[in-house]
């Protein structure tokens, strides 16, 4: 299996208990074919849906078709992350009463608003990073002060920081399993006017005393993480973790119209779509405008997986555009805002800043 068979073999899986063609193709696949589970493994661990792979196996009843030891290692795997995630709920739970206490209202998002939303068969499926929650501007800052009285404190111990833009530095609290993003914004600066806390506050939702997003602005920021603050949209490529989200989210939301909601947003989710369309093995709930935008976006999705070195040398063309870029932007900046002057001037004489990329740099040699 190259690196594209494997990765619709995953994909295909993650849908298997809600798709009855892709459970009859899994099935057969899985009875006639030689999978190459290292693989399937490796891809599976690099998109963040290793538990949820197994989550679905196991629902349909198709566990008796990997190796054993696979199998074993995927349920203590599962397990762990199980537990993770309950802890990571009531964690999350714990900062949502102290917030409503002080009449502050979050909005929880990404992997903990879903875990939160119940839109997993199994809590174990989600691989959760940070607790990620949104206030509206007046409670921003009186949030960050509650939060720290509370004894949330940097995780990264700098005296100084990079100013703000979508969210607060991550926070962290001992003996608390998970890290804290506080944000002000949901996506990067280009885009903040169209898809910010006042759009997704109008049609937020309360599940059992907790504050998260529509369905369709879940589904919505699952694409805006990957296509646009991760720079998705340039490279092409999508990581299953949010695929899967948006493929799940599309049974309680019309996909397109939740990306149609949007103005100059709408063309760069509608891309994601495309791809999820195409990696799901055509799924009705995921249908998307196609227009000439869209299969170019397509076409280059599609290039990715048949010439691996064109792509590999793109990509590394496309790092450096968006390094250069980036380090424009806040040179750019310094020449506006005194915060951005500051951090310029602490970073580029902080010796123990340069110490550590020295460590970086020798441990990628």
């Not at 566990?63 to 999350?92: D, F, G």
């Not at 502050?104 to 903990?112: D, N, S, V």
């Not at 174990?124 to 929650?133: L, P, T, Y």
């Not at 791809?275 to 799901?280: P, S, T």
Request: proline share 1%.
């Amino acid at each position: 299996m190259n690196y594209k068979e494997t990765l619709y073999f995953i994909a295909k899986c993650l849908t298997i208990s809600f798709e009855t063609k892709n459970k009859q193709e899994i099935e057969k696949q899985l009875k006639s074919t030689s999978i190459d589970w290292d693989a399937v493994v490796k891809v599976c661990t690099a998109h963040y849906v290793f538990t949820a792979l197994y989550c679905n196996l196991k629902r349909v009843d198709f566990l008796h078709y990997l190796p054993q030891e696979l199998v074993s290692y995927m349920k203590y795997i599962t397990n762990l992350n199980r537990n993770r995630n309950e802890e990571i709920i009531a964690q999350a739970k714990e900062i949502n009463s102290l917030l409503l206490d002080n009449n502050i209202t979050p909005i929880f998002l990404k992997g903990t608003g879903n875990l939160l939303a119940g839109i997993y068969d199994d809590e174990a499926e989600r691989m959760v990073g940070d607790i990620d929650f949104i206030f509206s501007k007046e409670d921003y800052p009186k949030a960050i002060k509650l939060l720290r009285n509370f004894d949330y404190s940097e995780v990264i111990k700098y005296d100084y920081h990079f100013p703000e833009e979508r969210h607060y530095r991550r926070l962290q609290k001992e003996n608390n399993i998970a890290a804290i993003e506080i944000h002000k914004e949901l996506v990067t600066e280009k885009y903040s006017n169209e898809f910010n806390y006042s759009f997704v506050d109008k049609d937020s939702q309360s599940i059992r005393g907790v504050t998260v997003l529509s369905y369709a602005n879940k589904l919505n920021l699952s694409i805006i993480a990957d296509q646009i603050n991760d720079n998705g949209i340039y490279y092409k490529k999508l990581t299953l973790r949010n695929a899967y989200d948006v493929f799940l989210l599309s049974k309680k939301t019309n996909a397109k119209d939740a990306v149609n909601t949007l103005d100059k947003l709408t063309n760069p989710l509608n891309c994601f779509l495309a791809a999820c369309y195409e990696i799901f093995n055509k799924v009705d709930s995921l249908e998307y405008n196609s227009n000439t935008k869209v299969d170019s976006y397509l076409s280059g999705f599609n290039s990715n997986f048949t010439n691996q070195k064109a792509t590999k040398r793109r990509h590394k063309r496309l790092n450096i555009y968006l390094f250069i870029k980036l380090r424009l932007n806040i040179i750019y900046k310094c020449f506006i805002y005194k915060e951005y002057r500051f951090w310029l001037f602490k970073r580029v004489t902080d010796k123990n800043w340069y110490k550590e990329k020295i460590i970086q740099l020798g441990s990628k040699s």
